[in-house]
């Protein structure tokens, strides 16, 4: 291969084939199924950790799931040249302009290249400037009506914004990750963190903030506008700025000094309610609170002098006479109350205290990867135990494991077994069925490891009977774990109806615990119950819900709704060791 100086880094060639799949989604037909390859292959490139040089020096591109010979010869082209022969022919199809002015309502492919021929416009920006000026009514096909109507679906847009677009959070997350690395390439940088409801965990983030600490703010902020993937800029200052990617996400960036940087992420990252608490608390005890000028400054006559510079987010707390409060927890819940008596609990459940996996599936029912490779990938990740629990028989939909599968599984165990130093638990997600009973006959259920108990089935029961559905099930002698509890589906699929706090009741008076469901998509339940839980004393499983190895990465979601429960580390059952685990979930009637 000829040595060719370098054109692209992996953002931009991520852009580069971001737009690739969106214009070939424009195309339509057949076209749709490239596009998809092409945004995955976006994601793929801007996610790298590997040097992407040396990945085509050595022709390893193809070695990475997802990025086939036709994706690989486009990204080589980029690095290399800077130029894409797939992209060049997708603009000559479209009007310049055609991705960020399709996001105007009531603006056509036609429409747009009406305008670029008439009037050169190709952006947002450039739309709007001519609308005010009164040039759109002069183009052939649009008019005075025409003109003002786009106009005020404009501003409609930058005053509303995408706030009602939420990305789920591992794709904010992701998304997030690509800006830090971005920002690590300005020099004149120093710190960046994510900030708002990303850093708090939610299910779903409007705008992934992140806030960073610069000696130069504005030289910051021009280095993350020249970010590839960026279409729009929907606000700008020196020390911030609001944009809007090729994938239709928000990102909003503040860069203040460093001596201002821990007041700056503590109001960015709080929400709306607990940040109007901690000032009420601030001006109760006499400080002034200056959100605008990063300060906190006590006001009394003797120490009025004093700097108002807070040093951590810890500091500021400490000097209100409250408890660090965790950013999981800042949504005014109740924390700011608990804070000011010391009552905050201060051993939240992390990351580092699990011991074993929860909740896997394997290519016995519905999951991507065997028993060996699921193994493998949790003992990479340190991890002591790790349970097998695939379908029980009626999940027939998720090729649920009858019993004769069950004996073949359970003798792959134990031959995998062999092979590991990850202690293999057999267990199962049982079906509650919907007289509440569970989905292997007793002689089996007793036999397992662990128990999963799940509702996959008839989900819109009345309260009623889904409550009565549930209790049965919870009140059945052996332990069982109680699986992704509500059904949600976030942004899909509602929680169903019960009376939660009666579940709750029956499951502190019988064997049985809670899930807290790492699946993205899930994270049930939801941390209010998750309070109410803990309230009666019941324990708690941080599990993953995985079906494929790398969906064992769903540990971190999970502790991050835990966390937002005021889960404890002595709450969790899989913070034990794998004979005590053992010991607290084993069936026996």
Known sequence: MAQTQQKFDKFGIAAALQEIGTLLELKGGQDRFKARAYKAGARIVAGLTEDLGRLIKEHRLTSIRGIGNALASQIEQLYLTGESS??????????????????????????IAQLNQALGISSIAELQEAAEAGKLRDVKGFGAKTEQKLLQTIRDNQS???????LHIHHAERIGEQILGYLQTARALEEAIFAGSLRRWKETVGTVRLVASS????????????????????????ES?????ADGARVALRVVHPKKFPFALFCETGSPAHLGKVQEVATAKGFKFD?????????????????GEIRSEEELYRRLGMQFVPPELREDAGEIEAALAG?????????????GMIHCHTTYSDGKHTIMEMARAAEAMGMKYLTITDHSPSAFYANGVKLDRLKRQWEEIDAVQ???????????ESDILADGSLDYPDRVLEQFDVIVASIHSRHKMDSEKMTRRIVTAMQQPVFKIWGHALGRLIQRRPPFECDVERVLDAIAESRAAVEANGDPYRLDMEPRWLREARKRKIKFVISVDAH?????????????IARRGWVRRNEVLNTLNVKSFQKSVRPGW
Request: glycine share 6%; hydrophobic share 40%.
């Open 343 to 355: 009552n905050l609990p201060e051993d939240l459940v992390t990351l580092e205290d699990i011991q």
């Open 418 to 428: 062999e092979q590991v130093k990850v202690k293999l638990l057999r267990g199962t």
């Open 291 to 307: 959100s605008e000028n990063q300060s906190l400054t006590d006001m009394r006559a003797k120490r009025a002098a004093r700097s």
């Open 215 to 238: 000696k130069k703010p504005p030289t910051v902020i021009e280095h993350f506008l020249r970010f590839p993937m960026i279409v729009s800029v929907e606000d700008q200052t020196a």
């Open 86 to 111: 797939a992209l060049k022919s997708l603009r000559q199809e479209f009007p310049q302009g055609v991705i960020e002015l399709l996001q105007v309502p009531g603006l056509s492919i036609t429409k």
């Open 548 to 560: 494929s190895s790398g969906a064992l990465n769903n540990l971190k979601y999970g502790v991050g």
């Open 241 to 245: 700025a609001l944009v809007g990617l």
């Open 160 to 166: 509303r914004g995408q706030a009602d677009r939420r």
